[in-house]
């Protein structure tokens, strides 16, 4: 070790390495058996409940979780695939706390709610081992372009695949999954999970991954409108929005996706650099995602700097919580006024604000932070919306006939991976209505 | 997914679980809920003979035991049969039939003891088109004081009686519910077979008080500061169904008589327990009452995903564990286990301990760093053990290999050898010479 946490500049090596394991662990261990069913023994089997109904793929909660109760896991499973197909991947990355967990009626009534994601995980998990559990129709030789193989584009597949109808995947990157495999804090995926759980998804047959295939640059939505019957895009965001401040074109300042991206694709974390000061401006997220792991490469200081207030953070509070946990602070109500440096960043100057009905104002006091490393996390945009596309709000809002989408890149719902699902599979059967004239 | 259909004296149901006659099975509305969560059949609640409708309490008609955090462990009744008028159920059974023709529909009867009264009812279900009647021997409260229910199943030659009246006025398939209030299920099951019937279905409920109210001194469910016995149900009445099935399912005079199993059945074990002691069908009520009709999802998947497991068809299933059940003379008592702990295990709460030391055989030491471990030479196999300790598999029964010495005993373990042969027997005979 060359480095460590006091080691100026953006720096490999900064932890021993035994360090880099231990704070990549699993953040949130599998339920043992006994566990699960303790865990599973507390759901109340609700009503039209309240927690399949915050469910934005609307997996019947109360059912999967009395499979696990009786001990019949790959039930249970089955279950939450019929309506999730990436249920392993949501189990670990959802944020439960405002979405079924936060509206279990032992939260509303205990503080505590069932455990639904863990339990979730607990299903999923076993199940997968025994291989994939859902059989193709009789094909109906129709071919579908699915584009992007994020959670939307592949669970989109997956439905039309299981209907009998051919799909091909157009993929711009070298791997599938999505922000699966390349968006999300590596603490919550581990052991290669997301390509794990992709090559199970691929095992019901029927769909071709042609990778490396990127729409605008090697096919244009015409080529397919024309070779295909329908087409589905699930291109997410790929624009990164910028500060639009002083200083932006320093080095030592990058996008916090791209952090992360970098982050889960690396065999060895010891050589991945990080900075001793590192500032993250934004409150989603990916903000808390790329802090953390700033903190677990070995950065001395994190700071995530947003404009507006905590309510405000798009991060649940328990994003934010283990974010502090980790020692990265948050300061809120500040934006960032110039970054400051010769050549390499140094220092970002903000400036404080009040949020005066939605619209925000910056006040006369400011003050500084060291950095020597600057993560833009402030929000991803739609980039190069392809013709006959109709922008809604900055997201694809209306398409020609013949095609759908879905995801991050279409308008509705929420930037996640279980909203990106439900589009997805949603728009498989929309077209498989089409398709067959129903 | 396993194939789950079923066929119980040609009565066709895509499963084998039945809502058992009681306050689910009421009406229209509640059977249409049913059959669209999936029930493979329904016995209509309990019909009477035509007049004035049945009166029924207006204070609480349910009691409840419950297990920590409010699980519910036992319910009691003292409903009656259906207090609706006659006709409106014949129509409204009509109507469910022609909807629901793959589903199992039984009209439940109870009429009074004499001829006319059955011949005349049997006479006015005809037209509905229902698969079967289960006659209501059952009820034990309300309706046995009237000399029906209870009060005719615990008298064998009345359910002859009547199980002959039925046969001969109707030609539809016959089920005899039997009441478990009577010291042995093999009596009114023969008198049953005897009279004609096609099946049999038990338990109906067991009388109960439920708990004592100390502020009152009233029993529960409480009517005005007064409380009587109800029916008992619910998954602590299941131990108790399942001897009663298995005392039919293996008495030479009864056994093959076809059995659709009632008590407790909460999930698709329980049902698979049933069908295992011989059960065509199994119904189910208080899961049902406790959870809605959804749960039958459970028993669905469940049941299924346990023959897939074992490779198992549902006939396959049916009566497997019978020939296991024996009388406790046959039990072999030469099969000698001992109780093992396993320390990787062990979370050191000292349950067994307690349990052995004070209850017990003495047989478990307890060493320094509360470490827990078997005495060999005191443990009798009782499984006490094992019933009281937190965590699944960590105390289990090893059984001895034939040729070892038990140090208990001193005596070698050796060959399958009974109580009938036992030298201890004052009864037992030596083989012939």
Same mark, same amino acid.
């Given at each position: 070790?060359?480095?460590?946490?006091l080691?100026?500049?953006i720096?490999?090596?900064?932890l021993?390495?035994?360090?880099?394991?231990?704070?990549f662990?699993?953040?949130?261990?599998?339920?043992?058996?006994?566990?699960?069913?303790?865990?599973?023994?507390?759901?109340?089997?609700?009503?039209?409940?309240?927690?399949m109904?915050a469910c934005?793929?609307?997996?019947?909660?109360?059912?999967?979780?009395?499979?696990?109760?009786?001990?019949?896991?790959?039930?249970?499973?089955?279950?939450?695939?019929?309506?999730?197909?990436?249920?392993?991947?949501?189990?670990?990355?959802?944020?439960?706390?405002t979405?079924?967990?936060?509206?279990?009626?032992?939260?509303?009534?205990?503080?505590k709610?069932?455990?639904?994601?863990? +339990?979730?995980?607990?299903?999923?998990?076993?199940?997968?081992?025994?291989?994939?559990?859902?059989?193709r129709?009789?094909?109906?030789?129709?071919?579908?372009?699915?584009?992007g193989?994020?959670?939307?584009? +592949?669970?989109?597949?997956?439905?039309?695949?299981m209907?009998?109808?051919?799909?091909?995947?157009?993929?711009?990157?070298?791997?599938?999954?999505?922000?699966?495999?390349?968006?999300?804090a590596s603490?919550?995926s581990?052991?290669?999970?997301?390509?794990?759980?992709v090559?199970?998804?691929?095992q019901?047959?029927?769909i071709?991954?042609?990778?490396?295939?990127?729409?605008?640059r090697?096919?244009?939505l015409q080529?397919?409108?024309?070779?295909?019957?329908a087409?589905?895009l699930?291109?997410?965001?790929?624009?990164?929005?910028?500060?639009?401040?002083?200083?932006?074109?320093?080095?030592?300042?990058?996008?916090?996706?791209?952090f992360?991206?970098?982050?889960?694709?690396?065999?060895d974390?010891s050589?991945?650099?990080?900075?001793r000061?590192?500032?993250v401006?934004?409150?989603?997220?990916t903000?808390?995602?790329?802090?953390?792991?700033?903190?677990?490469?070995?950065?001395?200081?994190?700071?995530?700097?947003?404009?507006r207030?905590?309510?405000?953070?798009?991060?649940?509070?328990?994003e934010?919580?283990?974010a502090t946990?980790?020692?990265?602070r948050?300061?809120?109500?500040a934006?960032?006024?110039r970054?400051?440096?010769?050549?390499?960043?140094?220092?970002?100057e903000?400036?404080?604000?009040?949020?005066?009905?939605?619209r925000?104002?910056?006040?006369?006091e400011?003050?500084t932070?060291?950095?020597?490393?600057?993560?833009?996390?402030?929000?991803?945009?739609?980039t190069?919306?392809?013709?006959?596309i109709?922008?809604?709000?900055?997201?694809?809002?209306?398409?020609?006939?013949?095609?759908?989408a879905?995801?991050?890149?279409?308008?509705?719902g929420?930037?996640?991976?279980?909203t990106?699902?439900?589009?997805g599979?949603?728009?498989a059967e929309?077209?498989?209505?089409?398709?067959?004239?129903? | 997914?396993?194939?789950?259909?079923?066929?119980?004296?040609?009565?066709?149901s895509?499963?084998?679980?039945?809502?058992?006659s009681?306050?689910?099975?009421?009406?229209?509305?509640?059977?249409?809920?049913?059959?669209?969560a999936?029930?493979?059949?329904?016995v209509?609640?309990t019909l009477?003979?035509?007049?004035?409708?049945v009166?029924?309490?207006?204070?609480?008609?349910?009691?409840?035991?419950?297990?920590?955090?409010?699980?519910?462990?036992?319910?009691n009744?003292?409903?009656?049969?259906?207090?609706?008028?006659?006709?409106?159920?014949?129509?409204?059974?009509?109507r469910?039939?022609?909807k629901?023709?793959?589903?199992?529909?039984?009209?439940?009867?109870?009429?009074?003891?004499? #001829?006319?009264s059955?011949?005349?009812?049997?006479?006015?279900?005809?037209?509905?088109?229902?698969?079967?009647?289960?006659?209501?021997?059952?009820?034990?409260?309300?309706?046995?004081?009237?000399?029906?229910?209870?009060?005719?199943?615990?008298?064998p030659?009345?359910?002859?009686m009547?199980?002959r009246?039925?046969?001969?006025?109707?030609?539809m398939?016959?089920?005899v519910?039997?009441?478990?209030?009577?010291?042995?299920?093999?009596?009114?099951?023969?008198?049953?077979?005897?009279?004609?019937?096609?099946?049999?279905s038990?338990?109906?409920?067991i009388?109960?008080?439920?708990?004592?109210?100390?502020?009152?001194f009233?029993?529960?469910?409480?009517?005005?500061?007064?409380?009587?016995?109800g029916?008992?149900?619910?998954?602590?009445?299941?131990p108790?169904?399942?001897?009663?099935?298995?005392?039919?399912?293996?008495?030479?005079?009864t056994?093959?008589?076809?059995?659709?199993?009632?008590?407790?059945?909460?999930?698709w074990?329980d049902?698979a327990?049933?069908?295992?002691?011989g059960?065509?069908?199994? @119904?189910?009520c208080?899961?049902?009452?406790?959870?809605?009709f959804?749960?039958?999802?459970?028993?669905i998947?469940?049941?299924?995903?346990?023959?897939?497991?074992?490779?198992m068809?549902?006939?396959?299933?049916?009566?497997r564990a019978?020939?296991?059940?024996?009388?406790? @003379?046959?039990?072999?008592?030469n099969y000698?286990?001992k109780a093992?702990?396993? @320390?990787d295990?062990?979370?050191?709460?000292?349950?067994c301990?307690?349990?052995?030391?004070?209850?017990?055989?003495?047989?478990?030491?307890?060493?320094?760093?509360?470490?827990?471990?078997v005495?060999? #030479?005191?443990?009798?196999?009782?499984?006490?053990c094992?019933?009281?300790?937190?965590?699944e598999?960590?105390?289990?029964?090893?059984?001895?290999?034939?040729?070892?010495?038990?140090?208990?005993?001193?005596?070698?373990v050796?060959?399958?050898?009974?109580w009938?042969?036992?030298?201890?027997? =004052?009864?037992?005979? =030596?083989?012939?010479?």
């Open positions: 070790m060359t480095n460590s946490k080691t100026p500049g720096v490999a090596g900064r021993p390495a035994p360090d880099y394991e231990r704070n662990l699993d953040h949130t261990p599998p339920l043992e058996v006994h566990e699960a069913r303790v865990a599973a023994d507390r759901c109340y089997f609700c009503h039209d409940a309240p927690c109904t934005p793929t609307a997996i019947d909660i109360p059912l999967f979780i009395r499979q696990i109760a009786t001990a019949t896991p790959e039930a249970a499973a089955k279950t939450i695939w019929s309506q999730n197909i990436l249920g392993g991947i949501c189990a670990r990355v959802c944020p439960t706390e979405l079924c967990e936060q509206a279990c009626v032992r939260e509303v009534a205990e503080g709610p069932v455990e639904i994601g863990r +339990l979730q995980r607990f299903a999923t998990d076993y199940a997968m081992e025994k291989g994939h559990p859902f059989v129709e009789a094909s109906t030789g129709r071919r579908i372009a699915v584009v193989a994020g959670p939307a584009g +592949l669970a989109c597949a997956h439905r039309l695949a209907k009998g109808h051919d799909v091909v995947i157009f993929e711009r990157r070298s791997k599938a999954g999505g922000l699966n495999e390349f968006g999300i603490y919550k581990t052991g290669g999970f997301a390509q794990r759980e090559d199970w998804l691929l019901i047959g029927g071709e991954l042609r990778l490396g295939a990127e729409l605008g090697d096919f244009a080529d397919l409108r024309e070779e295909y019957d087409v589905f699930g291109v997410g965001l790929q624009g990164v929005n910028l500060l639009g401040t002083e200083g932006e074109d320093l080095a030592g300042i990058s996008n916090a996706v791209d992360i991206a970098e982050l889960r694709q690396a065999e974390l050589v991945l650099p990080v900075g000061d590192v500032v401006i934004g409150g989603g997220m903000a808390v995602d790329a802090a953390v792991q700033s903190r677990l490469l070995g950065a001395e200081n994190v700071t995530i700097v947003y404009r207030g905590q309510d405000q953070m798009s991060a649940s509070a328990h934010q919580e283990h946990s980790k020692g990265v948050i300061i809120h109500n934006a960032p006024l970054l400051i440096g010769k050549g390499q960043v140094e220092a970002v903000f400036a404080y604000t009040a949020d005066e009905g939605g925000l104002r910056l006040l006369p400011t003050f932070l060291r950095a020597d490393q600057v993560l833009r996390a402030i929000g991803q945009r739609l190069g919306l392809p013709d006959g109709e922008a809604r709000g900055g997201k694809i809002g209306a398409a020609p006939a013949r095609v759908w879905g995801g991050d890149c279409a308008a509705g929420e930037d996640l991976t279980v990106a699902v439900a589009e599979r949603d728009a929309a077209i498989h209505l089409h398709l067959c004239g129903l | 997914m396993a194939d789950l259909t079923t066929n119980f004296l040609g009565i066709r895509p499963n084998p679980f039945w809502l058992a009681a306050p689910p099975t009421d009406k229209e509305y509640n059977v249409e809920r049913a059959f669209e999936g029930w493979g059949g329904v209509w609640k009477g003979a035509e007049g004035p409708p009166v029924n309490v207006n204070g609480p008609r349910y009691g409840a035991v419950w297990g920590a955090d409010r699980r519910l462990l036992g319910l009744n003292i409903e009656l049969i259906t207090d609706r008028p006659l006709q409106v159920n014949l129509d409204e059974i009509k469910v039939r022609r629901w023709r793959d589903r199992a529909l039984i009209i439940s009867l109870m009429v009074p003891c004499d #001829e006319d059955w011949k005349d009812i049997l006479a006015k279900i005809e037209d509905t088109e229902a698969d079967g009647v289960e006659l209501n021997f059952g009820c034990p409260h309300g309706m046995a004081e009237r000399g029906m229910g209870s009060a005719v199943g615990q008298v030659e009345y359910i002859e009547v199980t009246w039925v046969k001969q006025y109707s030609r398939p016959c089920i519910k039997l009441t478990p209030n009577i010291s042995d299920i093999r009596k009114p099951a023969e008198a049953a077979r005897r009279g004609g019937a096609d099946a049999v038990l338990i109906n409920t009388n109960s008080i439920t708990s004592v109210n100390l502020d009152s009233s029993p529960e469910p409480m009517i005005d500061g007064k409380g009587s016995h029916g008992y149900c619910g998954p602590a009445v299941k108790i169904a399942l001897n009663m099935v298995a005392e039919i399912a293996r008495n030479p005079a056994a093959g008589l076809p059995i659709s199993g009632i008590g407790g059945v909460t999930t074990r049902a327990e049933f069908i295992a002691l059960c065509g069908t199994v @119904q189910a208080t899961v049902a009452m406790t959870y809605g959804k749960v039958v999802q459970e028993l998947s469940g049941l299924s995903e346990y023959l897939d497991e074992k490779g068809t549902l006939e396959e299933l049916r009566g019978v020939p296991n059940v024996t009388d406790w @003379q046959h039990l072999n008592l000698v286990a093992h702990i396993s @320390q295990d062990c979370i050191k709460c000292g349950r301990y307690a349990a052995c030391e004070d209850t017990s055989h003495q047989a478990i030491a307890m060493g320094p760093g509360r470490v827990f471990t005495k060999e #030479e005191e443990c009798v196999a009782c499984n006490l094992v019933n009281v300790c937190p965590v598999n960590c105390i289990t029964m090893e059984p001895m290999a034939k040729g070892q010495t038990d140090p208990r005993t001193g005596q070698v050796g060959d399958y050898a009974n009938t042969t036992h030298p201890n027997n =004052p009864a037992a005979r =030596p083989a012939a010479e």
